[in-house]
């Protein structure tokens, strides 16, 4: 999956796509073929199986070389119109697949003169061989549509790529200005206070272990702070999140099955779920190399069970950064987790979370502003320790 070049510089993104979307159209050259089994010709044969091996090189010469497609695009055009000229009848089927081809080959402006140009000839073919004005109309508009129809849904992708990418910019800017505002004054009063532990200490060991409390209290607090700018900006809850796995999936090229019943859950349990969602998905994309994912929710026994389950590579032993702080949060709010080989092959990653227990109200008030399951409202674990770090993609 990569945005490829066009055949004129333009970065035409071609992520959604490969040559398959457009190879199938070359099921056209069936109309002339039909017609050379009644009547067979060795020159038109072998021009039919010109403009097919032309066609088909060409649509995958545009996914990564320019210059090949230029070329079989040129081979292509004259093939197909000195058919047309020479043999006519179902030959101009097969005028739509220069268009389609000019419009995966070339980009920008050259899009339409060519199209227009390749229109014009091939009217201009159909009038010579004695087409009516019905024909005439019939080849112009097949053969403009198709090009134009790939042109601009090429350019479409491009710009919604373009706008993913500024909108992601745009939110990176945002997560760093918070950052900043966040640990600026933070880091720099830790700095100060660490500084007056070390004159301290020598002459004064009850002073110098009063700023090292304040450290500690600072440092949890600016640690809380972080946790939330990140769950801001990374988390959506679980139902967010399975519809950006299921779209990002299915732009990966990997099957997504998504079965999710209705949960109740209390905001820090949904957090950590959607939050469970994009990790695995996100390391399945990255690292499985799977053709399916599937991605199970369900309740049970007083708690809701994510399953994300893949048939690619089970990876590595040992967990990246990403799944231990899954786990570390997971056992910061008291929830099960486990991450390894599934059976028959691939990757499983598995959740629990406890579920609310119908009118019971979510912890710390609807609104979910009081601490994750079992934690402190500092971010810290019920036992003082750390409840773990923000998960780190894998």
Known sequence: MRADVDGAGNGVD???SGPAAFSFWVALVFFP????????RWTEAAGLAAVTACYLLGVRAAFGRPAAARAALTALAGVTLAGCAVYGGTWFYLCPLVSIACGLVLGGRAVPVALAAVTLASMAVTLWKGGGQDAVAAVAWGTGIAGVVVHVTLQLHRTRRELALAA???ERERFSRDLHDLLGHTLSLMVVKAE?????????AAAAARQAADIETIGRRALAEVRAAVSGYRGRGLAGELDAADAALRAAGVRAVVGAGEVRLAPHADALLGWAVREGVTN????AGAAVCE???SEGRGEAVLEIVDDGAAGPGEWGNGLRGLAERAAAAGAAFEAGPAEGGGFR???AVPVLPPGDAPPGGAAGG???????ADGSAADGSAAGRPGETA
Do not use: C, K, Q, Y
């Open 295 to 297: 991605i199970r929710v």
């Open 284 to 287: 399945v994309i990255r690292h």
């Open 14 to 16: 071609r992520t959604w």
């Open 33 to 40: 073929a039909a017609d050379l089994v009644r009547g067979f």
């Open 370 to 376: 009081g601490a994750p399951f079992g934690g402190a």
């Open 349 to 351: 990653l598995r959740m």
């Open 168 to 170: 992601v910019g745009e």
């Open 196 to 204: 007056a532990v070390r004159r301290l200490a020598p002459r004064d």
